[in-house]
């Protein structure tokens, strides 16, 4: 159960588009379309942003993207906003019928 | 709207036991897959355990298998985790979570989460 590999930082300035990446392997992300990603704001519960790869929830900005090729997916945030400095985490189906977060990556709108 | 209140957190010594509670409305909880996930200090979230809507399908993570045990009570709409043998890298906030299944009867994702609560293992 070792943990997806995310970048630990990623940066970008008000209006600019940022890509984080999720890095798996064929028995998680690369073998299930059962990709999520999570906005977490410190002290605050966790928020579901994309599910199935790329599918977004009802009132998530159409500004969060996701994609998936092979064992890497990948969350795109456009035009950049203030408020979307947080934490973020991807989390994948295993083919052992568990569960398994990314490391997390913090987002920094400069 | 959907409502997920964790409560039982607090300071137990190593090697004591817990038992966290989380309380749910605003959804049919009989319904639905359950999750505990949990995040230590200045760490990133780790995925606990889940089960299934009947009860009958449960699985561990690793780091507390033998150790933790999830089950739910339908009538009162509850969900537990009874944690033994505590660690002091068991110290974290726990959380509990939805999952949507969409009928597969694998999780695909974990959908509305509590605010938390603080488990702290400590002597």
């Known amino acids: 159960q070792s943990a997806l590999t995310q970048p630990a930082s990623v940066s970008g300035s008000p209006g600019q588009s940022i890509t984080i990446s999720c890095t798996g392997t064929?028995?998680?992300?690369?073998?299930?379309?059962?990709v999520s990603w999570y906005q977490h704001h410190p002290g605050k519960a966790p928020k579901l942003m994309i599910y199935?790869?790329?599918n977004r929830p009802s009132g998530v900005s159409n500004r969060f993207s996701g994609s998936k090729s092979g064992n890497t997916a990948s969350l795109t945030i456009s035009g950049l906003q203030a408020e979307d400095e947080a934490d973020f985490y991807c989390?994948?189906?295993?083919?052992?019928?568990?569960?398994?977060f990314g490391g997390g990556t913090k987002l920094t709108v400069l | 709207q959907v409502q997920l209140v964790e409560s039982g957190g607090g300071l137990v010594k190593p090697g004591g036991s817990l038992r966290l509670s989380c309380a749910a409305s605003?959804?049919?909880?009989?319904?639905?897959?359950m999750s505990w996930i949990r995040q230590a200090p200045g760490k990133g979230l780790e995925w606990v355990s889940y089960?299934?809507?009947?009860?009958?399908?449960?699985y561990y993570a690793d780091s507390v298998k033998g150790r933790f045990t999830i089950s739910r009570d339908s009538a009162k709409n509850s969900l537990c985790l009874q944690m033994d043998s505590l660690r002091a890298e068991d110290t974290a906030v726990y959380y509990c979570?939805?999952?949507?299944?969409?009928?597969?009867?694998?999780?695909?994702?974990?959908?509305?989460w509590g605010q938390g609560t603080l488990v702290t293992v400590s002597s």
């Open positions: 064929s028995s998680d992300v690369g073998g299930y379309n059962y």
């Open positions: 989390s994948s189906y295993t083919s052992s019928s568990t569960l398994v």
């Open positions: 199935d790869v790329s």
């Open positions: 605003g959804f049919t909880f009989s319904d639905y897959y």
């Open positions: 979570a939805t999952i949507r299944t969409y009928g597969s009867g694998s999780p695909h994702h974990f959908e509305d």
């Open positions: 089960i299934s809507d009947s009860g009958r399908t449960i």
